[in-house]
Structure formats: structure tokens, C-alpha cells
């Protein structure tokens, strides 16, 4: 934890109340932040943590309470308001434009500088964005293209697209959910000295271990409403996760016994070569009533050997894939799916989920035949349709209004949620989780690995793809280790802890 941070309030919300139809978001919450500080804001899935940013943000009405920047009352809020304000949101999807390079997308939204009246100085805007990055110690040259970027220094340009316009406060929303161990740490260097300057930071996590890190104080809601605010180092992880849960923090990871008996093999890989060399001579195998991980570090093909089985990965140049001792080439999604595959993408919002579409819509998006009144029309049973989802919804605790709420309203957990859910409607043979806990509070986490053990134990096979060395050693029966797209090491049960899974990644 880092001191710092002065008592002069840049921001205060008081008493900030937003309702929907069926349900009140936030209810009176006071929330401040000082100049020069940066103040986490942490709560479960659906605590409201979204909601009081976008009412920050400009793009919610609140209801009732008072906001003021500065010590200036702010009346009618809108998100150009906001901006003029001073605010700057960066959201876990970045809102960057990959075929633009760095220079233009930093400068996005602001005048271009001009040479002859109407001729775009291309030179002069790439040495004035290489010298605004050098001031805040990043080290990309502005002609780059963004899509040639890592996560990590994709997260550095939306920094400095946000302090190119003048940002005073900058919130940060689950920042390091897709970055490796030494890009976290990159940046926090470059938000601390973002904040030594002056900068005051709203940060948004369900890491918590990086509260205590990175913070000097936070504040806590849960369903809807404001627990408490306090400095970081007057409390530890266990009462955070208190305060959060509500009572005692529930139990992480479920028991599973050393050694169990697991059934047939379900996946068969046989020296498998990707096209794009990303994995070379992999041979693994999955069994029924087995939960098998995945891991390495960035670029090890972990991540890639997912979306390949699944057919919307790069194909196979060499090596054969079995289903249930059968050939499989993977050819797309509905291969896979015919042949008793799911997948639970890394990228729920982009690739699992259709925001715009309703929940009972996305739970029978994988099973959709089955509800056909006929195939030629493609109308659909509603009626039973929603039934099921609504089973599903009440198995897995999803919390929303009901089954004709739009999934993009619903938290990260309830998505995560959504998208098992089209899954365990069709009972896959072999269900393939990529990240599948990336961005979600730890209740949410409990309730997937308990979900994922009893999936296993109902005799599907499990293939969990996690660059979280600890839940990998909570969850699964075994862990399969990648570097440079080749199989490296087997841990077993017995032997599995996060500091061995580690070990076996870097090469120890």
C-alpha cells in the first residue's frame, strides 16, 4: 500500500440512489475520493459498483443525491459533461481503435494539428504523442499499430489517451484481468507516478490482493448499498471479504479426494501441431469425471489450444484429435458443438453472449433445434423455452429481474453464469472453460468451481484453461504445464500447489 493523497475532496458523491424497473441498483451511497489518491471500490458481482460509475459517467440519471466535483455542485450530468470535467473511464474492454495506430487513437476526439490549413501534420502529431508518452515514462513508438500491442501496453495508451485530454480522475475497471504477473506490476509503477503528479484514481477490482498493494483506502458495497470506507492498512483480506460477503466468507475451492477413479478417455490429442506454430507435438488426454487444467505463461498456447478444439482457433497442420475414440477435425463452432463440445470463451461479452438479446435467448442459443416448433418457420417453443431457462437460472443463482431481462444489464458474474448455463443445458461430453472466472468477484468464483467439480462428477469431462496458478490448484484433479507451445510438465493431485504449478511455468 502506498501513502499518500491529500484531504482536498476532487470528487464527492452523497447519497447517489439509482432504481430500475425491479430492482434499486445503489441506494443512498456516499462515496469521495481526494486529490493525489487512488481509492478502490470493491463488492461482489451485482453490488452496484457499475451502476455508481455510470451514474458518474453521465450515462444513468440518478435518482436522488448530490455530486460535486471540485467542491462545485454538478446538476445535470452527462457523460460530455463528465469529460469536460475531467473525468476519464477506462473499462475492462478498452475502447481503443485496433487499425488506428497509437498516435490516433490518442488523440481521438481532440483536434489534429494542420500544416497548409487542411493537410494533417503527421509528423508533428507523432513527435507531440512520443513526448506526451515519454513524460509518463511509456516507452511505444506513437506510429505502432494498436492491434500490434499487448494487453499491457494497450492499458498504457488508454492511460495516456486519458491524460492527453486533461484527466484529473481516472477510473480504472478491472485493469489486470488480462495481464501477466510483470505487466501488473508496469503498470502500477505508471499509475503511481500518475498519482504522485497529482492524478487522483477510482480503482475497480476483484483482485484484492492489489487493493492492499496499490490503495490507500476503499470502500465496500454490497447489494446495492455502501458497507463502509476505510484506510487500507487498518484492515486485512479476511475482513474485506467479510465485509463484502456479508457474515463469514464462504468456503473457495470444494473438497476433492486424491486419486479418484475417472472414466473413459473423452479427449484424445495426439502430437497436435497448430498452423500458426503456436503449438507443437501437444499430447494430452481428458477422461470422463475429470477436471484437467490448462496453463503457461503469456503465449504458451494454452489459450490458442482452446479455440482450436473448439474450431475458431487456428487449424491443426499435423497430429489427430479423438472424441470419445472417435476422429474429430475441428471446422467451426457447430462441428464441435454436434460432436458433444462447449466452450466458455475468455471474452464473455464478445464472443459467449449477445448483450442485446434476453437471457432465456442466450441460455438455448447452443440447444436451439430443440425448441423449434418447426425448423422451416424458426419459431420457437417460448413457452418452454423460458421454463428451462428459468430452471437454470434458479440452479445456478443467477440474480436478475427475470428470464426477459437483456443479458448486458446483468453483472460479470451473472453473465459468466448465463453463458454455463447454455452449456449445461445441452450436457456437453467435453466442456472447455478458458478463464472462466477472469473478472468476477470471489462468490461468483465459489459458485463456478463448485459448478465445474459437479459437472465432473455427472461424468463430463472438464478441460479448465486458467493462467490463476491458485485456482487451477484448487480446482482440478490434474494440471498440464505449456512454454512455447509444447507440453512441459504433469502435475497430479497430490503435488498440486499454486508455488509448484509456477515453478513448472517459468521452469523451475
Not at 477413479?261 to 498452423?275: H, R
Amino acid at each position: 500500500m502506498n501513502t499518500g493523497g491529500s484531504d482536498l475532496l476532487r470528487l464527492e458523491m452523497k447519497g447517489i440512489t439509482k432504481v430500475f424497473p425491479g430492482t434499486v441498483a445503489c441506494e443512498a451511497i456516499d462515496f469521495d475520493l481526494r486529490a493525489g489518491e487512488i481509492h478502490a471500490l470493491v463488492g461482489q458481482n451485482g453490488a452496484g459498483k457499475s451502476t455508481l460509475i455510470r451514474v458518474l459517467a453521465g450515462i444513468y440519471p440518478r435518482d436522488a443525491g448530490e455530486i460535486f466535483i471540485e467542491g462545485e455542485p454538478v446538476e445535470h450530468l452527462t457523460p460530455w459533461t463528465a469529460h469536460d470535467l475531467g473525468m476519464r473511464f477506462i473499462h475492462q474492454e478498452l475502447n481503443l481503435v485496433p487499425q488506428f495506430n497509437v498516435a490516433e487513437n490518442i488523440v481521438l476526439g481532440d483536434p489534429y494539428p494542420f500544416r497548409f490549413g487542411r493537410l494533417i501534420d503527421w509528423r508533428r502529431l507523432n513527435r507531440h504523442v512520443g513526448s506526451v508518452l515519454a513524460d509518463l515514462g511509456i516507452s511505444i513508438d506513437p506510429r505502432r499499430s494498436v492491434q500490434s500491442l499487448s494487453v499491457a501496453e494497450q492499458w498504457m495508451v488508454a492511460i495516456a489517451r486519458a491524460l492527453y485530454s486533461r484527466g484529473r480522475v481516472l477510473v480504472m475497471d478491472e485493469p489486470t484481468s488480462s495481464l501477466t504477473r510483470e505487466d501488473v506490476q508496469e503498470l502500477f509503477d505508471l499509475v503511481r507516478s500518475l498519482v504522485a503528479k497529482g492524478t487522483s484514481v477510482i480503482y475497480i477490482s476483484h483482485r484484492l490482493e492489489e487493493v492492499f498493494e496499490l490503495a490507500q483506502r476503499v470502500t465496500v458495497l454490497r447489494d446495492g448499498h455502501k458497507v463502509t470506507t476505510t484506510d487500507v492498512d487498518s484492515i486485512d483480506l479476511s475482513e474485506l471479504v467479510r465485509l463484502m460477503v456479508g457474515g463469514s466468507p464462504q468456503k473457495l475451492y470444494p473438497t476433492i479426494e486424491e486419486d479418484r477413479s475417472v472414466g473413459k478417455p473423452v479427449l484424445q490429442a495426439d502430437e497436435l501441431t497448430s498452423i500458426d506454430g503456436r503449438l507443437v507435438d501437444l499430447s494430452l488426454e481428458v477422461h470422463e469425471r475429470e477436471v484437467v487444467g490448462l496453463t503457461g505463461l503469456l503465449g504458451a498456447g494454452h489459450n490458442e489450444f482452446a479455440d482450436s478444439l473448439f474450431g475458431v482457433g487456428a487449424q491443426f497442420s499435423s497430429g489427430q484429435v479423438l472424441l470419445d475414440g472417435k476422429p474429430y477435425e475441428p471446422r467451426g463452432a457447430r462441428d464441435a458443438i454436434g460432436r458433444g463440445i462447449g466452450l466458455v470463451p475468455a471474452e464473455r461479452r464478445s464472443q459467449g453472449l449477445i448483450g442485446e438479446m434476453r437471457i432465456w435467448e442466450n441460455i438455448i442459443l447452443a440447444h436451439l433445434r430443440h425448441f423449434l416448433i418447426d425448423p422451416i418457420t424458426q419459431i420457437i417453443r417460448h413457452r418452454e423455452a423460458n421454463r428451462e431457462a428459468l430452471e437454470q437460472m434458479r440452479s445456478l443463482r443467477i440474480v436478475a429481474v427475470g428470464p426477459e431481462q437483456e443479458v448486458r444489464y446483468l453483472s460479470g458474474g451473472n453473465q459468466q453464469k448465463v453463458v454455463l448455463a447454455k452449456w449445461l443445458l445441452r450436457r456437453p461430453r467435453l466442456l472447455v472453460l478458458n478463464e472462466p472466472t477472469r473478472g468476477i468477484d470471489v462468490s461468483a468464483k465459489a459458485e463456478i468451481y463448485g459448478l465445474v467439480r459437479r459437472l465432473a462428477d455427472e461424468g463430463s469431462g472438464i478441460l479448465f484453461v486458467s493462467t490463476e496458478a491458485e485456482e487451477l490448484a484448487g480446482v482440478c484433479d490434474r494440471v498440464l504445464i505449456l512454454r512455447q507451445g509444447r507440453l512441459v510438465a504433469e502435475i497430479p493431485r497430490r503435488e498440486l500447489s499454486a508455488q509448484r504449478i509456477m515453478e513448472a511455468c517459468y521452469g523451475g
